[in-house]
């Protein structure tokens, strides 16, 4: 019986760091595009890098502005740190002259996630400034866990692919049933990144980008 190819959701955190304009030169020759989580502060420094990843069609979200801790603040600085990095956002979109397809959000953390009614709030006020859940299909949990926010969650991190990438290459640590929100961090090196992507390419899995988001369906903006 013939295997049936899953999709990957490829995700990538706390960026742009310093090898991120390699990182997205190696995806664009394989033909991946994904969504990166991008600090603010990060934008800034590498504004150039970033838009030339918004013309190949990655797609730029917000990760916060310094990597706040969400369940320590309150709600009038969280909401600045994500308004602050859209502005940033949305002038990079304007820069590379490309219409920003969706306004996708990931926690950079959350340490103590246990006030129901702050996350709750947190919640309400990204659906105030436009954010959604991104539509990604047929994902093992994520109907359960898309129900527990705006928020982008993960099937898998760089550490739980860390065993894949030192596998044999057999399917001694297999990918989940379903598709997968893969989630790698961009702080690894480029080497360890490619390795992981490689290794993933290796499980016959196809990389798109969710419903809506892809490149041939954002229009150039108009001069």
């Not at 340490?111 to 959604?132: I, P, T």
Request: hydrophobic content about 40%.
């Amino acid at each position: 019986m013939l295997a049936v190819e899953r999709t990957v959701y490829l995700t990538i955190d706390d960026g742009p760091a310093g090898d991120f304009k390699q990182k997205v030169a190696y995806l664009n020759v394989l033909g991946i595009q994904a969504i990166w989580f991008c600090l603010g502060e990060a934008l800034e420094d590498f504004a150039e890098e970033a838009i030339l990843a918004i013309k190949a069609g990655h797609v730029i979200g917000n990760r916060s502005y310094d990597d706040a801790d969400f369940s320590a603040i309150s709600l009038q600085e969280a909401r600045e740190q994500l308004e602050r990095t859209d502005q940033i956002i949305n002038e990079l979109y304007a820069g590379a002259e490309v219409i920003r397809p969706c306004k996708a959000f990931r926690f950079p953390y959350m340490h103590h996630e246990v006030n129901d009614g702050h996350f709750a709030d947190l919640q309400s006020m990204l659906e105030e400034l436009g954010y959604r859940q991104p539509l990604f299909e047929n994902v093992k949990d994520h109907e359960d866990r898309s129900q527990q926010g705006l928020h982008v969650t993960h099937t898998r991190d760089t550490f739980d692919l860390a065993a894949l990438a030192a596998g044999d290459g057999t399917q001694s640590t297999p990918l989940a049933a379903g598709n997968e929100i893969i989630k790698i961090h961009d702080w690894l090196g480029s080497v360890p990144f490619t390795s992981l992507i490689d290794k993933l390419i290796s499980r016959d899995v196809s990389f798109q980008l969710p419903q809506g988001m892809n490149a041939e369906r954002m229009l150039t903006a108009a001069h």
